[in-house]
């Protein structure tokens, strides 16, 4: 008893989680099989909770004969039900109940006017009849009673028909054992039965030998009680006195803490199985969704971010757009007549480079990309292998198949934000960082100084030769200009050459960000992991309540 008030002292909380449990609606078979079983369970567990200062429901169960209509008239002193030594009699459950109790019999023969106050009894039809709607009846009065009198005579307490019904409800009720037609010839049967019920798993509070017909007789002929019924006052003082209402109310817990305490264990003993498939199952998710994110990056970096065209066509363009003075001019001309097929393939893209290239460029370039998801199409059959074995190991851990059509779509989305995000942030701020050294003020006027020192060479040349009365022949206007195409051209290589190079730099750095951006967050499996993780941890709830309720009960 003390066991089971630690036990409810907790139950509201254990309750809660069961009902948890009983509303799971999701893919894992072995929680979703057992819902509808839970919901029963946490239905009675509450009406058990609410019913803990209501009357006690005490139910007379045995087989054919052994005189549980008698003992019912015995304890009543009335016959109230009818009774037969060679055949089934009670085919009605008689309710025998103090006045005023309200009991959720309906279509059960009622009878008010117990002197029992705290007590309603149950006389139920022969638990060994083969009319299965009087075995029906037994059962639903055995559901809702609190304590069980199991009757039985020397010649009938071991049926098995009658252990078939009490089995299911070992450890959910109180039980006492009554052997009804103690006789003076005959020895009691208690140790034998009681060593057999042991056998069978069930724990008996009390045991009376009585004989219930002169105990009836007795009180129709208001005789004083006589050693010939044997214990049958002991059974009166036990359903009279000793079942106070405290008592009652320990029963109703230790009943209620019983049925809890069975419904946890078995439920833990069905999923707890499951507990390392799911571990397993969660550590391969994890797996996939590495393999997949190096995979993507893998493949977006080789189509994207190995292409060093796109880089240096992204590099010249803002290095044009911001370039000053004559070599700057000239780059800006030169880098315009480069760029012309680029250009023209943005605008007639199939004479241009390929869609994700373009795409690139144009995130690269400052431009608004239509659709960005174009980088990430070579990173869909990659996925689709890796789904395609998660699909194969939740179905081996008991999954019914998962609907993610939509899984691909946003993972595809994920990965473009992220591409994009990188492409229009900090590779963007790398270009732009590149381009800004190379159109400054400094490298504008370093680059201007050879051809602007020419151009006055020449022209003190020119003049000073004037004024001399010399006369400058056309070579030397053609070797001139020669030496000033050779000087203009360096400057321009040794600037294009800068400009692949920053562009490497900044690749490289892109690169980089890239692999920071696909290394958290982004989860290619995000709905299987939260599925797995659910069960695993409903798995682990269900295991947790074993360990509070075997804690409780040491």
Known sequence: MEQAEAITDNLASILDALDELARYDGPWRPLRDETARLRERVLELRERETRLDGVLVVALVGGSGVGKSTLLNALAGDQLAEVSEFRPCTSIPTVYHPPGVNLPFPGWRSISGSALEHLALVDTPDSDTIAREHRAIVAEALRQCDLILLCGSPEKYLDEATWSLLRPLQGERTLACVETKAMAASESVRDHWRARLADEGFQVDAYFHVNALRALDRKLLGRAASEEEYEFGALEH????????????????????????????????????????????????????????????????????????????????????????????????????????????????????????????ALLSGGMAQDAGLLTQDCEPIYSVHRSELDLAFAQSGFTRLEMDAGWEAFRTAMARRIESVLRGPARGRVEACARVLSSWPVALLADIPPLAFFAYSGYIIVTDYFGGMMLTSAYFLHAFAVLAILLAAELLALFSCTRALAWRAKRGALSDLRKAFAGGLEPFGVERQTAAEALRLARLTARMQEDLSAAIQ
Request: net charge positive; hydrophobic share 45%; glycine share 6%.
């Open 238 to 361: 036990f359903l009279q006195e000793e079942l106070s209402r405290e008592r009652i109310r320990r029963i109703k817990r230790s009943n209620a803490a019983g049925l809890l305490r069975k419904t946890v264990s078995e439920l833990n003993a069905r999923l707890s199985l499951h507990a390392p498939t799911l571990e397993a199952l969660a550590t391969r998710i994890s797996a996939a969704e590495d393999a997949v994110r190096r995979s993507a990056g893998e493949a977006i970096a080789h189509r994207v971010f190995m292409e060093s065209h796109l880089w240096a066509f992204a590099l010249g363009r803002e290095t044009s757009l911001r370039a000053k003075g004559v070599v700057g001019t000239l780059y800006r001309i030169v880098e315009a007549i480069r760029s012309f097929p680029a250009h023209m393939g943005e605008w007639l893209p199939f004479l241009g480079r390929r869609a994700a290239g373009r795409e690139a460029a």
